[in-house]
Structure formats: structure tokens, C-alpha cells
């Protein structure tokens, strides 16, 4: 099972790297496979394996932009062989449209297998490629199937396709099932489904305290999607139960400078929430109560720093990236007392100064510093010798014309629950310029191939108990 699993799945991937001649699209809301497997399993994942369907030929246009495209699918190729088996002999016959993984447990983790499920075009080569890969494995975990209404389910054992298989209705009339696949696109190459109860009951119990504080003990389901498009692979997803967070327009982003080629924002406030549950947890409790004797500050005054917006950005530096934090805490005065304490606490000198005017306290750890400060009401903590002072002025990241561009590509909305975005256009060069620093290069067929990646920009939005996200790779 260790060798067929990914063999299977590589092949899956290989079917849309290379041109075909069916058109059809296996379409739909609710994958096919779902309709054998019962309900109830801990994970369900579906792959379009259609050769010819329309969101392969859309991943196959972007990864023409890519000069190592070809290479990879003669390694695909190689590997396959390595098997002691041929693509197009005994692969693509013995695959279906839809490639399934179904994830079953008996409630521990030793218990937990993976059933692949698929319909094979030619039932008879899907016999002989498990027979030939059986036959090639000398590890000696040889892989078994049963048919079901000509769906072929493969696994290492009977008893762990009978799991997958037997005893609850199909996953398909499951009601969290269909609503997590409504919140999904119809054509999608993979989907995927986590069911929260089923993965609750697996998690160790000394770690159970800690899901329950975290608020992941009542999470119903994670489903997510990923997509070809014009220009980029879209990953889209749905969560339901669990911990939340509204959405909330920005604070900070407006002010975080034009040069930014990374940036994470988001509202602390429920995060924060969370945290602070932890203390229920006697493993993390004791960790907490070590922490606060050490540094002289309680978890209530650290979270504090983060009760509010929370945005961390890198810009381009003299030698390395320049790193800044910026914070809209509740109580700034609170935020500076406790910053004072980390500070005095870290054996380093501490220093008082100004920043473009504005008052900055420098604290020298040998081989870099840190400065923090306030401007405007809002505290940062910055490892740039100017990057308070130019938090707010000159160019801002909202304007730029990358940041636009990304934002456009991505569809992203202005209100979010939380952004993540990064330049891969301008951090290539500076990838670059620091593994020089080092004495070393980047091989030039990486170099290459990193090129026609654009940017990637992540965001979350929430409505209710039900919460979305989408992360897009821009590729031009």
C-alpha cells in the first residue's frame, strides 16, 4: 500500500500533464466516489484523473510557463516504470475518471488506513497493475481490492476497505458532506472533506484539553478545493463549528510601506481568545507558568499586545530582510510597559532614541537589534533602523502596483478576516542575493523555474459558524 498510494497518485498527476483526446469533465457538485464510500469516514479525497478535462488542460497552460514542466513528467514517467509498469499501457486503462482516497479509523491512530477508490476504464488492466506492482514490492505489505458496483476499492487489508465501505449510509446523502460540497467549486481538480467529529476522536487524549480550549472540539467539517485558472492554481475552502472571527476592514495595511514584499494582518482579538484558554491545559499550563517566571510577565499581558490588529511585514534590507511588527492594542501604554519588561528581562542594554521624530527604544542583541516604538497611536517593533520612521510615510502597500495586480488576480475582497501575501517576483532576487551572501548559488534551472510565479495572496472571510478561505498562486 506504501508503494501503490503514491504510485496511484502520481499517475493521477501525470494523466493531466499530457495532452489527450477525451474532452468530457467529470462536472458536478458531489464527487462520484462519495456515493460507495459510507459516511462517517475521517477524510475523503477526490482527484479528477479525466485526462482531457477542462481543469487539466488549464493546469497543463500554466505549467508550460515553467521550462522544467517536460523534465517533470519524464521523472513521473521514470517512476512509473521504476515500478515496472507503462503509462499508457497500464496506468491510464486501469484508471477511472475520479481518482478517491478514503481515510477510515477504528478510533486511534494506529488504526487509521487509506482505501484508494476509482472506476477503471478497463477493469481487467486495473487487476493486472495491482498484480504487477504486488509482484514488483518486496517489502511484503501486498495491496488488495474489491469491486463494488464497478468501483474498485484498494487498500492493505479487507478489513480496512470493509471499514471504508460498510455499515452507514453513502457519504454522498451525509448532510455536512453535501453542504461542504455546495460551499465548493463544481469543477475543481481535487477536493477534499474532513470530517471534525471523526477527527476529534482520534486525537490522543492528553492533547484533548487542549482541541477543547482551542475550540476545535466543536469543528463539524473542513472541505477545500483546488482549481486551475487563467492565471494562477486557486485553493478554495469551508469550515464549519470550530473557532471563528469576523471580518473586519484594516488598520494598518494602509500604512505599512509600498516596499513591502510580505505581509500577515490579521485581528488578534479572537486568537488571543483562544490562547488564553490554554491554561486549562496542564501541559501548556505548566510551559505558561515557566514562561511568566522567567521573563516577569503574565500570558494575560503578552496576548494583550495582540488584542487588536496584528500586521507583520518584511521589506527589502541592507543585508537581510528588514522585519516589522505593528500593533493597534487596546491599551498602548499597557503594550509599552509590557514591551519594557520583555526587553529589561533579555540581558541585553536597552536604549532610548528617536525615529523620524517619534520616540524608540533600541534593545541590542549582538548580532541584530530590535526597536520598538509608537506612531499614531499604533506600536511597532521593528528590526530597521528606519523602519518606524517610514511606517506611514511615502509610498503605501494598498497603492502598489504588485500588491493591485495580486489583489486582482486573486479576486480578494477589501474586508477580510485575515490576509496573507507575498511578492514571489521580488523576493526571488533577494532569495538570491542571500544565498550569495552565504557563498553559495542557486542552481539556474531553480532559478528558472521559480520565475513565472507571481505572487501569493491568502485571506479568510467569516459569516456565522461557517468559514471560508481562498490562498491563489498568481503564475505569469
Known amino acids: 500500500m506504501r508503494r501503490l498510494l503514491p504510485f496511484l497518485a502520481l499517475a493521477a498527476l501525470l494523466a493531466g500533464c499530457g495532452s489527450a483526446a477525451k474532452t468530457s469533465s467529470s462536472g458536478g457538485s458531489v464527487p462520484a466516489g462519495a456515493s460507495v464510500v459510507r459516511a462517517g469516514v475521517v477524510a475523503f479525497v477526490a482527484v479528477d484523473s479525466e485526462t482531457g478535462s477542462s481543469q487539466w488542460k488549464q493546469l497543463d497552460e500554466l505549467a508550460q510557463k515553467f521550462p522544467g514542466r517536460d523534465n517533470l513528467v519524464a521523472q513521473l514517467k521514470q517512476k512509473i516504470s521504476a515500478q515496472g509498469a507503462d503509462y499508457d499501457t497500464d496506468v491510464k486503462p486501469a484508471l477511472g475518471p475520479e481518482l478517491d482516497v478514503a481515510v477510515v ?4 491512530g494506529s488504526s487509521t488506513k487509506a482505501v484508494a477508490l476509482t472506476k477503471p476504464d478497463d477493469p481487467a488492466k486495473f487487476k493486472a497493475l495491482v498484480a504487477k506492482l504486488n509482484a514488483k514490492d518486496s517489502s511484503g505489505d501486498r495491496a488488495v481490492y474489491r469491486e463494488v458496483d464497478g468501483w474498485y476499492a484498494l487498500s492493505d487489508s479487507q478489513a480496512s476497505i470493509s471499514r471504508a465501505l460498510e455499515g452507514n449510509a453513502p457519504l454522498a446523502e451525509d448532510s455536512d458532506f453535501k453542504e461542504a460540497m455546495d460551499k465548493l467549486p463544481g469543477d475543481a481538480l481535487a477536493k477534499v472533506y474532513l470530517d471534525g467529529q471523526q477527527l ?31 492565471d494562477g ?19 494598518l495595511i494602509g500604512d505599512v510601506p509600498g516596499d513591502a514584499f510580505a505581509l500577515l494582518d490579521f485581528d488578534g482579538q479572537g486568537t488571543t481568545d483562544q490562547l488564553g484558554k490554554l491554561k486549562s491545559n496542564p501541559q501548556a499550563a505548566a510551559a505558561i507558568a515557566k514562561f511568566e517566571q522567567e521573563y516577569g510577565v503574565t500570558l494575560e499581558q503578552v496576548l494583550a499586545l495582540l488584542s487588536g490588529e496584528v500586521a507583520f511585514y518584511a521589506r527589502p534590507g541592507a543585508v537581510i530582510p528588514e522585519l516589522t511588527l505593528a500593533l493597534d492594542p487596546k491599551d498602548q501604554s499597557a503594550a509599552l510597559a509590557t514591551l519594557d519588561k ?6 541585553s542594554p536597552v536604549e532610548p532614541g528617536t525615529q523620524g521624530g517619534h520616540p524608540v527604544k533600541t534593545v541590542n542583541l549582538g548580532q541584530f537589534t530590535i526597536h520598538y516604538g509608537t506612531v499614531d497611536g499604533k506600536v511597532l517593533i521593528t528590526s530597521g533602523v528606519s523602519g518606524i520612521a517610514d511606517y506611514g510615510e511615502g509610498d503605501h502597500l494598498p497603492d502598489s502596483a504588485d500588491f493591485k495586480q495580486a489583489q486582482d488576480a486573486a479576486g480578494m475582497p477589501d474586508s477580510t478576516g485575515g490576509v496573507i501575501y507575498i511578492d514571489l517576483k521580488d523576493a526571488l532576487p533577494l532569495l538570491e542575493g542571500f544565498a550569495g551572501l552565504t557563498g553559495q548559488s542557486l542552481p539556474s534551472s531553480t532559478t528558472e523555474n521559480l520565475r513565472p510565479l507571481r505572487s501569493f495572496l491568502a485571506w479568510t472571510n ?8 481562498d490562498a491563489f498562486l498568481e503564475i505569469k
Open 105 to 108: 479509523s477504528a478510533g486511534n
Open 200 to 230: 476529534n476522536a482520534i486525537v490522543p487524549q492528553s492533547s484533548a484539553s487542549g482541541t477543547a480550549a482551542l475550540g476545535l472540539d466543536k469543528l463539524k467539517y473542513i472541505a477545500a478545493s483546488a482549481s486551475a485558472e487563467d
Open 233 to 251: 492554481v486557486r485553493v478554495h475552502g469551508v469550515t464549519s463549528g470550530g473557532p471563528g472571527g469576523g471580518d473586519f476592514a484594516s488598520a
Open 342 to 347: 520583555l526587553a529589561a528581562h533579555s540581558g
Open 462 to 469: 467569516a459569516s456565522g459558524e461557517t468559514r471560508t478561505f
